[in-house]
């Protein structure tokens, strides 16, 4: 079926102009003015953006985590996506020690078959580093087109792996041409200040922040950066929270390695007082890395203008404030870290980045999709508005004015962490490879819908 959208302003990572966009089956096959499409459906974008679909390369769908499970599934979550603008997905596929690399994705593929809405594909932990993990390596790259690679350097004794872990995922990463990813936190420095706030009894979930200092994310970031130097590989630094992880980043590209950054809506918009929150309310704001001092979102909103920080991925890992979150009432060890952030990526980076002049429009679109597109080994047929690409397209309202708020998102959860923030710019409707998935701000999609994404090996952008 052909469909053809008029009226609109299409917007890249590199142009914004007035045209036509054609499509047929899942491709774009004509971009020009007033395109003549015989039998083609009609879209009308009159005074809307024409968005290629928004890429977030930072989920965690279905995910077990500290004694239960995150409240979005395959399905509540990549629905909720669609609704924010987003057409594909990166979920994190967790490891064990012991099992193997396939054993662990085939249990991913389990979670999102016949659940998906969008287009989704898998970054792959890595929790040890012996033989048998190295040579399978080979096989999930090229065979299985799974291209990044994930290292814990927090959550000791759960997810933290060791430096040589780190470093010999580096080397057999240069090897075989995919892109390692790293939490940056000291996990040993955490743990530390962690018990000793407890033995003093601070249970609150302010300090759920004042134990993960900026200083411990800064040093683990220059120390992952040192052995990528090392290993002369490449290198992808998520969720950076603060100034001192953005100075580490920023040193290693002005001497030309191979280092990415990624931060988040949550960090640009939000900061360290809302863990203050009484009645408990300060628990739907513990993640990790911990919101920061209010400063740091101007170093942030900086590094993403300049080119130092290259995308905003959500982190989404939502769980309820009711029965999930109040697990850590009384120790803040033991509320579920994450936060429902997958729907409003795109709202704050437009209504906070391109309406107050921090980035321009052009940006936005690379940010929230053409960069993660073309690190993730997705370009060109994700993450832009080209003939021959996949027909991820978002038609975007710059003009609507409108309130975030538990009671109008979509996400399966019990809160919003921005809730009453005002915005501006609503999804109208979003194309997935041809097919609507919301038309009208009316969710028509499919579950299974959405396809598995075999991505190419890492170049460098």
């Known amino acids: 079926m052909k469909k053809v959208i008029r009226g609109g302003t299409v917007v890249t990572a590199a142009d914004t102009y007035r045209a036509d966009v054609l499509i047929e089956g899942e491709r774009i096959t004509a971009i020009g003015s007033e395109l003549q499409a015989d039998g083609a459906e009609e879209i009308d974008a009159s005074g809307c953006y024409v968005l290629p679909g928004g890429i977030d390369p930072h989920t965690h769908l279905d995910m077990p985590f500290g004694g239960t499970v995150t409240a979005d599934d395959f399905f509540t979550g990549t629905k909720a996506a669609a609704f924010g603008g987003t057409t594909s997905i990166i979920d994190f596929c967790l490891t064990k020690k012991g099992e193997t690399l396939r054993s662990a994705i085939a249990t991913w593929h389990e979670k999102a078959r016949g659940k998906a809405v969008i287009d989704y594909g898998f970054h792959l932990m890595i929790a040890e580093a012996n033989d048998q993990v190295l040579d399978e390596l080979e096989s999930v790259v090229s065979t299985e087109g799974i291209t990044s690679l994930k290292v814990f350097m927090a959550y000791k004794n759960v997810f933290q792996a060791d430096d040589e872990t780190l470093f010999k995922t580096l080397v057999r990463a240069r090897e075989l041409g995919a892109l390692v990813q790293v939490h940056a936190e000291n996990g040993d420095v955490l743990d530390y200040l962690t018990k000793k706030a407890l033995a003093e009894g601070n249970t609150a979930p302010i300090y759920h922040a004042l134990t993960r200092p900026p200083e411990a994310e800064g040093e683990a970031t220059g120390r992952a950066i040192a052995l990528t130097a090392l290993a002369d590989a490449q290198l ?150 080209a003939v021959g690409s996949d027909a991820d397209v978002v038609i975007f309202d710059p003009r609507v004015k409108r309130t975030l708020s538990a009671q109008t998102h979509h996400m399966n959860v019990d809160y919003n962490p921005f809730e009453g923030m005002e915005v501006y710019g609503e999804v109208v409707s979003v194309l997935s490879r041809g097919a609507f998935v919301v038309r009208n701000k009316q969710f028509v999609g499919l579950a299974g819908a959405g396809q598995f994404i075999k991505r190419a090996a890492f170049e460098r952008p």
């Open 236 to 385: 992808y630094v998520v969720h950076v929270s603060c100034a001192a992880a953005v100075q580490r980043i920023a040193e290693a590209r002005e001497r030309g390695l191979n280092v990415y950054g990624e931060t988040c809506p949550q960090y640009l918009a939000l900061d360290i007082t809302a863990l203050e929150k009484p009645d408990f309310e300060g628990a739907k704001y513990v993640w990790s890395p911990p919101l920061r001092e209010k400063w740091n979102q101007d170093v942030l909103w900086n590094a993403l203008k300049n080119g130092i920080l290259q995308t905003v991925g959500s982190d989404h890992c939502a769980f309820n404030f009711f029965g999930q979150k109040e697990l850590g009432k009384d120790d803040f060890t033991r509320i579920p870290n994450g936060g429902p952030l997958i729907e409003d990526r795109l709202a704050i980076l437009y209504s906070e980045g391109v309406r107050q002049g921090r980035i321009s429009l052009n940006q936005f679109v690379d940010v929230c999709s053409t960069k993660a597109a073309k690190l993730f080994g997705m370009f060109p047929r994700k993450g832009t508005i």
